[in-house]
């Protein structure tokens, strides 16, 4: 089980390690800054409760420097759902990009993510 997380952020500069309740609201405020309102904010929520509980679920082949990744995923297939990717180092989630599920195997990383590697693209396939 995470005990915390550190955020990369789009320019690659990292937060420092915070508990699970300021990594949900630093991930709120992305959501309302970025427009996506209300609709989102409770799927903040429900990812980040998979994320640290163990929850997540392979990304498949897609690496993050090296890494093998994992995604948490909350709310409906639409602009109200909440994709969370990340890899685990030791107790500490890594968090590199955020947006939303679009299909079954298919996500818009519109909130943020990394400017290169597989995860440095707009809209992304598992």
């Known amino acids: 089980m995470a005990m915390e997380m550190v955020i990369i952020r789009t320019d690659g ?13 630093y991930l709120e405020n992305i959501v309302h800054n970025n427009g996506s309102g209300q609709n989102r904010v409770g799927n903040v929520s429900s990812a980040l409760n998979q994320a640290f509980n163990d929850q997540g679920k392979p990304s498949g082949h897609l690496q993050y420097n090296c ?12 602009a109200s759902s909440v994709s969370l990717f990340y890899y685990r180092h030791e107790d500490t989630i890594i968090l590199f990009a955020m947006g939303r599920h679009l299909g079954s195997d298919t996500y ?3 909130d943020f993510h990394p400017q290169r590697g597989d995860y440095g693209h707009r809209t992304i396939r598992l």
């Open 13 to 25: 500069t990292a937060t420092g390690p915070m508990p699970q309740e300021r990594a949900r609201s």
């Open 67 to 78: 890494h093998s990744t994992e995604h948490a995923s909350a709310g409906r297939n639409s």
């Open 108 to 110: 818009a990383l519109d």
